[in-house]
């Protein structure tokens, strides 16, 4: 599955959001580490939906 990032550029990096899951951000020094950061963090996001779910 596929889903849409902001990316913003700061004076500390960058900030990554992922618009489609409420809540769900992260952030790096780099562009390239902020994206492969909202990775991970899309998939834990999903992974706590599911125990939620689960329950």
Do not use: F
């Not at 849409?4 to 769900?24: A, D």
């Not at 492969?36 to 599911?50: C, F, G, K, P, S």
């Amino acid at each position: 599955m596929n889903y849409k990032v902001i990316l913003h550029e700061s004076e500390e990096g960058y900030s990554v959001s992922c618009p489609g899951l409420p809540g769900c951000w992260s952030q790096g020094e780099t562009e390239e580490e902020a994206l492969e950061n909202i990775r991970d963090a899309i998939q834990e996001y999903l992974a706590a939906v599911d125990e939620l779910v689960k329950d």
